[in-house]
Every structure is written in structure tokens, then in C-alpha cells.
């Protein structure tokens, strides 16, 4: 078994978190681990990887142990031919990931197709004490330009599509690309720190190009739909955290879907945000998953280790 080694709480950068890896069945997982505390598992979106949580990491870490995981298809994560891309076929990853790690018992913070995969972890996986979503799929709604992409990336040939693509500052800038997910287009810029972690390595890397293609052709919307069933069965306590003017996922539906969960703690708005509130106003989201986490009854229940 791996030791859930602690890095120091804080100051500490990205870059300085070596990637460990696993391998999971049918992909190997890449994962970095920070801090001391109970165990906080996060667990990123589409087409981003495990860095998405770098602004977040230095104040998680500083009460928690977080594993940051680099779900099959993204980051430093490695696939095959052979590799399933279904939520649940990640979800059973992550599983092996907390068997391998030996938490009895952990926490999930997710964020857009993570926070559908962390729906699966947790209904599957009685570990799970507590689930904090950030801007996810709801079941009914479908986003826009997703089911466009998962049609149109399907060619061959898609991984020089994409990569051209991503070469237009324009098409970044726009809805169809990162344009949705950001308030201030700002942070989108060519040399800026957004646009070098998660779109230069996709422009560069047809491997990694083809990765979150792979990843995208496996989201799958019957899985969605069949939350609105899942929601009322999950036991644990369920906190939302949402963009509060995000266009892919609506925070009226959002709250909709709150109501949904056996033991929902409600959603907490992060205003002037959008898909990536994270990323946006990272101390107000911190602070708000440390709240609900604070607020879980028993919280040492969460797996704590030295």
C-alpha cells in the first residue's frame, strides 16, 4: 500500500507536488497529496486536470490531506485503447485509489464532470462522508455546445481539429471554447497562467489532445438523468458551490437540484464567477467547502492521518 504522505500545510506551489501514480485497471492514475488532516479528495472536470485546484490547495491543505487526482484521459494520467471513459469506470478508479491509500474514510470536493463521477464514487463507495459539488450536470439539462463537441471530436482526425483550434485566441476567448467558463476574459491570454497550464499542453500534445477527447466521448447523459434517482439515495451530507452567473450550468437549476439530496446543506453563490468559481475567487470557495466540511457532524470520522 502507498503512505498518505503529508506535505507541508503551506506556502508550497503546484509544481513542487511530485505526481505519484497508480495503476488502476484499464489506466494508471496520476495523483499529488498535500497537507494533514482528514482526507479531502478532489476531483477536477472537462478538459481540465488536477492543477484546477492549485489556487484552492494551500488553504484546503492547511486542515486537510488533500489527494488531487488526474482523472484517465487528462493531466499526467495514462490510458490505452483498451480504457473505459464511462463515470463509472473513474469512479471505480478512485475507489482503488482510497483502497490503495487505505482511507477508511474521506470526504470529495468535485467540480463539472468530476462532481458526476464523485456522484458515482459516493453511491458506490460507503466511505464517503461528505460530497462538495462545484458547477456540475444536472440531470435533464444539457449544457450547451457539449453534445456538439462530443459529435464533432468523434472524426478522424479530431486531436488536429482541436489543437488548431485551441491556436485561435478568439476561439478560446469564446463561448464554444474557455469563453463560457470565465468572467474575466482576461485570464484566458496567451502567456497567462490559465491559458499555459490547461491549453498550451492540448495544443502541444496530440497524446494529451487526444486524452480529453477520449474523456469527453465517454460522458454520458443517461448516467446524468439517472442522478435525479442517485441524489435521494446518497446518505451523506451534499454541499453545493456554484458560479453564480454561470451559462452552462444555471445556478435556478442548480438550486433545483439541491433540494434533491437526502441530506443537502443547500448552495453557496460565488458571485462574479462562472463554470470555474475556483479559479475566480478561490479564497470565497475554500472558505465555503472548509465551512461545510467544519460543519459534518463527527468530523473525524473523515479519515484523519499523521
Given amino acids: 500500500m502507498s503512505s498518505l504522505h503529508a506535505f507541508p500545510h503551506a506556502p508550497h506551489a503546484w509544481s513542487r507536488l511530485p505526481p505519484r501514480h497508480l495503476q488502476a485497471g484499464d489506466a494508471q492514475l496520476a495523483f499529488r497529496i498535500s ?62 485509489l482510497a483502497d490503495e491509500l487505505a482511507l477508511p474514510a474521506y470526504a470529495v470536493l468535485a467540480h463539472d464532470t468530476g462532481g ?53 485566441p478568439a476561439f478560446v476567448r469564446s463561448p464554444m471554447g474557455f469563453g463560457g467558463a470565465f468572467c474575466d476574459l482576461g485570464l484566458l491570454a496567451p502567456g497567462g497562467e490559465v491559458f499555459e497550464t490547461f491549453v498550451r499542453p492540448l495544443i502541444r500534445s496530440p497524446r494529451r489532445a487526444e486524452g480529453v477527447i477520449r474523456y469527453l466521448r ?10 435525479a434517482g442517485v441524489h435521494p439515495r446518497l446518505r451523506m451530507p451534499v454541499q453545493l458551490v456554484w458560479g453564480e452567473d454561470d451559462p452552462t450550468f444555471p445556478i435556478r437549476l442548480a438550486r433545483e437540484m439541491a433540494q434533491q439530496f437526502a441530506d443537502g446543506r443547500g448552495l453557496v453563490a460565488i458571485a462574479g464567477t462562472r463554470l470555474l468559481p475556483h479559479e475566480e475567487r478561490p479564497a470565497e470557495v475554500a472558505q465555503a467547502v472548509l465551512d461545510f466540511l467544519a460543519s459534518v457532524a463527527a468530523p473525524s470520522a473523515l479519515g484523519a492521518r499523521r
Avoid: K
Avoid at 48 to 63: D, I, K, M, N
Fill in 116 to 168: 458526476t463521477v464523485a456522484r458515482c464514487l459516493a453511491l458506490a463507495d460507503p466511505r464517503v462522508q461528505a460530497l462538495a459539488l462545484i458547477n456540475t450536470e444536472m440531470p435533464g439539462h444539457r449544457p450547451p455546445w457539449v453534445r456538439l463537441y462530443q459529435q464533432t471530436l468523434g472524426w478522424p482526425g479530431a486531436d488536429r481539429v482541436l489543437r488548431t483550434l485551441l491556436r485561435w
Fill in 218 to 227: 465517454g460522458i454520458s447523459w443517461e448516467v446524468v438523468d439517472a442522478m
Fill in 35 to 96: 497537507g494533514q488532516g482528514p482526507a479531502l479528495m478532489l476531483v477536477h472536470g472537462f478538459p481540465l486536470h488536477g492543477a484546477t485546484w492549485r489556487r484552492v490547495l494551500p488553504l484546503l491543505s492547511a486542515r486537510h490531506t488533500c489527494i488531487v487526482v488526474d482523472l484517465a484521459g487528462c493531466g499526467d494520467s495514462e490510458w490505452d485503447p483498451r480504457t473505459d471513459f464511462g463515470f463509472q469506470a473513474h469512479a471505480r478508479r478512485l475507489q482503488a
